[in-house]
């Protein structure tokens, strides 16, 4: 398979294209800078510029996987980057998707990323693909991302919309941000802890967008997060041990807020999101549990 990737270089690419190129698939990545992509992946991937997403681009391809997106943890919410948050998703999803559509032979199916941040703050709720989107900032951002997605299939692509929890993995990530507090004996749950934590393992990530590359019956909105998800407090107590530091001590919700502005939404709240669409098509985790996740991520 011949497979364009948006988005090659970020964290959750940079495995995908690896993990592409091991099972024998050839890879096009599209990169603001092709140069850096073709030094960062590995041997065998072919860099080109985003530019070069047009019908022509994509005419020698069978799949794309769109993964591109400023990373919302990256700094504080202002005007500027919450329009850089919406229109890095948006805007992207909305090329490749016009591309797709006037290719004379496109692509067969789009994996386009999203995230749990589709569903907003919703409590104890069990939260499925059904569920319809919530009203704050990064909903609005999700449902604009996917309603782009959503048109490849009005053009004969199949189309699946990857909604992605807390990625934990090695060198990068949400992750990499949590482990300094808990190193300097400081680390704790945020306020009282019981937001539900929808986290996923980057392996899992990776096999879960495979998956969707070669199951014709996957379509739509696909939740990618662990079948077990756990209450803030308890993801908290399990990073401690790993890290063989205390866990003890909160941190206020009124100070985070302070401190992140809107951003801090994203870990006071939460959603008890569960992958019933992957689970439903046979997918097998690979980190199912989080302690797991955490020993083979630190």
């Not at 020698?60 to 990373?71: I, K």
């Not at 959503?150 to 949590?178: K, N, P, T």
């Not at 879960?208 to 308890?234: C, Y």
Request: glycine content about 10%; some cysteine.
């Amino acid at each position: 398979m011949r497979v364009g990737v948006v988005g090659a270089t970020g964290f959750v690419g940079r495995s995908l294209v690896a993990a592409l190129i091991a099972r024998g698939d050839e890879v096009v990545a599209f990169s603001r800078d092709p140069a850096r992509a073709r030094r960062t992946l590995p041997a065998g991937a072919d860099a080109r510029a985003l530019e070069a997403i047009t019908p022509e681009g994509l005419a020698d391809l069978d799949a794309m996987v769109n993964l591109a997106g400023e990373p919302v943890g990256a700094k504080r919410w202002d005007d500027a980057f919450r329009e850089a948050i919406r229109e890095s998703r948006v805007r992207t999803t909305r090329r490749v998707v016009d591309a797709i559509a006037g290719a004379t032979s496109p692509p067969r199916v789009l994996v386009n990323a999203s995230a749990v941040g589709f569903y907003g703050p919703r409590g104890d709720e069990e939260v499925t693909e059904a569920a319809p989107p919530g009203d704050d900032f990064l909903a609005g951002v999700c449902r604009d991302w996917e309603r782009e997605a959503e048109r490849a299939g009005a053009v004969g692509a199949r189309e699946v919309r990857l909604r992605i929890g807390v990625v934990l993995g090695d060198g990068g990530g949400s992750l990499e941000r949590m482990l300094l507090p808990f190193k300097l004996f400081v680390g704790g749950p945020v306020g009282d802890g019981r937001q539900w934590f929808p986290w996923v393992h980057l392996a899992d990530v990776v096999g879960a967008t495979l998956w969707a590359l070669d199951h014709d019956d996957l379509r739509g909105p696909v939740n990618v997060t662990a079948p077990e998800p756990v209450r803030f407090r308890d993801f908290a107590e399990a990073l401690g041990r790993r890290l063989h530091r205390p866990s003890w001590l909160p941190v206020p919700a009124f100070a985070l807020r302070l401190a992140l502005g809107q951003m801090a939404e994203v870990v006071v709240t939460g959603q008890r999101a569960v992958p019933a669409a992957l689970l439903a098509s046979g997918y097998a985790f690979k980190f199912p549990r989080v302690a797991e996740a955490l020993a083979a991520a630190v």
